[in-house]
């Protein structure tokens, strides 16, 4: 039986564990080590690599939204004919918060503070899927991604599936409007960096995409990829990432690991985005 206790000590559990995983070993002068990639701050991620979300995906998104949760529903990634009916996803009604949803393709308006207003109370944001080029066109450098930031400056929860996963790293994987298959597209390489020094893929076992990160690492020496399967997150406070759900996550470091760009993280698995190493 789930046991709601047990699961909030737990992530409360994280976010210590990030502070500790984050404090890596000083130099000889006592300076901190400059941190190969991190997380945010204050706050946290959810990252979702697309798919249906299972009860632990669930859980964690309505624990991490707040209470009382006030939730901001982001379907602008998605084509215009389906952004209309398009839905949040149950859990965040199921939290029993309030919820806004918010879109534009217009930056004038991405920029007023009329429309940036639900973002400047809300304690979570979820980004539905589609093209994360869209995101970035419509609130790239504007007020909207600036009160984006600010829901984790005040301790509160950005989550996100497929592109929504994506747009949440530093360097934006396919970001071509042209098509997905291009992996790296000049003009829009610029991921909203709640994850800094990392380029997020996602649908990764799914669509065959096990090897693609590779090419972006080697394109950009020192960059971290993290490629996450259908059905599985995950969750970032600070500098720790904690795998959750049903498949895998791949970490592509510019390392061979035996014959593979890449190494396997499974569900439980915790991993020091300040160092790259599992812990």
Known sequence: MDNPICRREALRGLTA?????????RSADGAAPTPRSAGPALGALLIIGGGEAGTEIRNAAIELGGK???WVFIPTAAPDAEVAKAEPPPFIRRSGGALTVLHTRDRKTADSEAFVAPLRTATAVFFEGGRQWRLVDAYGDTRTERELRGVLDRNG????TSAGATIQGSYLVRGAPESNV???????ER????????AIDQHVGERGREND???????HPGLLGVG????TAVIVQHNAMTVIGRGAVRITDGADHGGAPFYV???GSRFDLANWRVL
Do not use: C, Q, T, W
């Not at 291009?182 to 829009?188: C, D, N, Y």
């Open 213 to 219: 990160l590779s090419v972006v690492v080697a394109a």
């Open 17 to 25: 564990f990030g502070v500790l995983a984050s404090a890596g070993v």
């Open 182 to 188: 291009i992996l790296m597209s000049p003009g829009h």
């Open 191 to 198: 991921g909203f960096g709640y994850l800094s020094n990392v």
């Open 157 to 160: 929860l950005i989550a996100g």
């Open 265 to 267: 993280l499974k569900a």
């Open 68 to 70: 009382p949760a006030r």
């Open 228 to 231: 996450i399967d259908e059905g």
